[in-house]
């Protein structure tokens, strides 16, 4: 039985400058960690003649091609397995949904399964950058290469998306004890709200490839903020970037009426009056997990708690995708 591990992923700043629609005009840059939270795939083969798919709903299939998982398919078709005797299952900590780049990473964390079966090494770039093809360029997702960039490295990591389509990757340059106190001091509320980021970026992406004054001002913004980010962060000045967490987030929230509502505006404000310096919603908006920078952490658990939000404790992840069996 193989058995790979993909890490989720927090976006620390500059997120939404990832897409192509924008990034392709402009360049594009986001700062980004790997957590310890994961999306597991299991694979191996099996004495029946057919295939069998398990995710959220179980497939039963005689070959690859009537498979109705759309990335399943395209990965099996891209590794040219066609073995009928196979078994794939996917798990993960946290459901999709919450922002946390969990496509990204299944879609790492299936690849790298399926090399690993036809006993191929890929490295984490070409693991990348293939995950990125089947979600973009073959099935047509309004996304950014954030996420499957981030799974497949690990760390903290800052990228750079070249107007050329070229991905720069480079791990932060800072010290184990800042690295330690931004971990400590980041926390991670589930809003209850689970949704699809499609609507919201398909509403940027399009916005983006109209050349939309407004939105391309907004994403260049958020990019020079991801970028002040990593220099605060570099330069110990932690918290400069909860600061700039919370302007990010002012930023985030103009891009479109889907990305907060009125509960989570209300939940923001009180983690804000509450010992946060600043903190956003994690991915494209509209539910999933509130982060929060705070040097207080104590108030604001106690904080958010009392309004009901349960918090998911977490640690950076330095490994990316990788197979554990």
Known sequence: ?????????????????????????????????????????????????????????????????????????????ITEITDSNIEITSMADIPAGTGLGSSGSFTTCLL??????????????????????????????PIGKQDQYIAAFGGVTAFEFEKSGEVRARPVNVSEQTLALLEDNLLMFSTGYFRSASNILKEQDQRSRNSDEEMIQNLSYVKQLGQRSLRAIEAGDLASFGEYMHEHWQ????????????????????????????????????????????????????????AGLQEVQFSFDYEGTKIIV
Not at 26 to 32: D, I, N, P, R, T
Not at 45 to 65: G, P, Q
Not at 127 to 134: G, P, Q, T
Request: aromatic fraction near 10%.
């Open 1 to 77: 039985m193989i058995i790979a591990r993909s890490p989720l992923r927090i976006s620390l700043g500059g997120g939404g400058t990832d897409l192509p629609s924008y990034y392709q005009e402009h360049g594009g840059f986001v700062l980004s960690a790997a957590i310890n939270q994961y999306v597991y795939v299991t694979m191996h083969r099996t004495t029946m003649k057919e295939m069998l798919i398990r995710y959220s709903s179980i497939e039963r299939v005689a070959d690859w091609s009537q498979i109705k998982h759309p990335i399943i398919r395209e990965a099996l078709r």
């Open 112 to 141: 790298k399964a399926l090399f690993k079966y036809k006993k191929q090494f890929i490295h984490p770039r070409e693991l990348a950058e293939l995950a990125c093809h089947i979600e973009l360029d073959l099935l047509h997702e």
């Open 251 to 306: 930023y985030k929230k103009r891009r479109s009426s889907l990305v907060t509502n009125a509960q989570i505006d209300q939940w923001y404000e009180l983690g804000m009056h509450n010992g946060a310096l600043g903190g956003k919603l994690i991915g494209a908006g509209g539910g999933g997990f509130l982060l929060f920078y705070t040097e207080e952490k104590g108030r604001l658990r106690k904080a958010m708690s009392g």
